[in-house]
């Protein structure tokens, strides 16, 4: 069997899509078509069925590429890193969201960078869920962290930790606070305040409001930053309230340059997932970096 239609036909079955699948081998979609049609006459079977949206396999289809996509990868892993140069890194291409990234992840991957003999180069790309799993999914990433779970069979997810959301505000405004107001009246009682944010929607502020007090923030927001150590360093220096993750600004809370408004009794939370093309797990590298951040991930709730 012709080991050029079986890489097409695990492509599609991951994609879901021949046109996705055309994208991702460098091909028309009319010769992705064709290498389809092709092993399907060749086995006798067909391999798909075709819907208005993409195709699904049928269970011929998923028990081939269970049985064929293991060794497939294997084979991409013995071709990339080489036969001759068993000392030479291969690199590993990581996307996520840019404070966890940042903060988390790569100081704990960076212990796997070593010349070891397992080791591997490292490349970080920062962007938002919808970035990093569209940069995976086309194959510009070996491994993304999201806060969206894919959908599909080209990707598959995995719970990596939960992400504790804090409302904060420096001292100077926390003390504007009248506490039993906020305990009796929730969210009207700060309203009054500046909000320091990401984006002009609000969306840590709106999530947190949602989630604890059942309502809609009122407030726009005074200072706008697409990074959250920037939304920090803001309400550090007195710019307004904020939600932000508990990790991030754990060393502030224990300086006492900022401190929490409001302690719901269960607070909001956010979940990361840890995110590969199904079937990459085959490949070292990529394997090592997984079970490393899962195992980190440990220390981090």
Not at 45 to 57: K, M, S, W
Not at 72 to 81: H, K, T
Not at 138 to 163: K, M, N, Q, V, Y
Not at 263 to 287: E, N, Q, S, W
Request: with cysteine; proline share 8%; glycine share 6%.
């Amino acid at each position: 069997m012709d080991l050029a239609l079986l890489r097409t036909f695990v492509t599609v079955h991951r994609a879901g899509s021949f046109t996705r699948a055309a994208a991702l081998l460098g091909l028309s979609q009319p010769a992705v078509t064709s290498q389809i049609r092709t092993l399907e006459r060749q086995l006798g079977r067909p391999l798909f069925l075709r819907q208005a949206r993409g195709v699904i396999p049928t269970t011929i289809g998923d028990e081939l590429a269970h049985k064929a996509a293991p060794h497939l990868d294997a084979l991409v892993e013995i071709a990339e890193s080489g036969l001759d140069d068993e000392s030479s890194l291969r690199t590993l291409h990581l996307a996520g969201p840019p404070e966890f990234t940042a903060e988390r992840a790569l100081p704990a991957l960076t212990e796997l960078t070593g010349d070891d003999g397992q080791g591997f180069a490292l490349r970080a790309s920062f962007g938002t869920a919808e970035e990093a799993l569209n940069g995976l999914a086309s194959g510009h990433h070996d491994l993304a962290i999201s806060t969206a779970r894919p959908r599909g069979a080209l990707l598959t997810a995995t719970p990596l930790c939960d992400e504790e959301h804090v409302l904060v505000a420096s001292p100077h405004w926390a003390e504007r606070i009248d506490s039993d107001a906020l305990r009796l009246k929730g969210a009207p009682a700060l309203e009054h305040l500046p909000v320091v944010e990401v984006h002009e929607s609000l969306p840590f502020v709106s999530r947190y409001w949602a989630s604890v007090f059942d309502s809609r923030p009122a407030a726009t927001g005074t200072v706008i930053t697409p990074d959250l150590r920037a939304v920090l360093s803001c309400a550090v220096a007195g710019a307004g309230l904020a939600v932000l993750p508990r990790y991030l600004c754990a060393p502030a809370l224990d300086e006492g340059a900022i401190v929490t408004l409001h302690d719901p009794p269960v607070p909001p939370l956010r979940t990361y997932f840890l995110v590969v093309r199904t079937g990459t797990l085959a490949m070292p590298p990529v394997a090592r970096a997984y079970e490393w951040l899962q195992h980190a991930a440990t220390a981090w709730s």
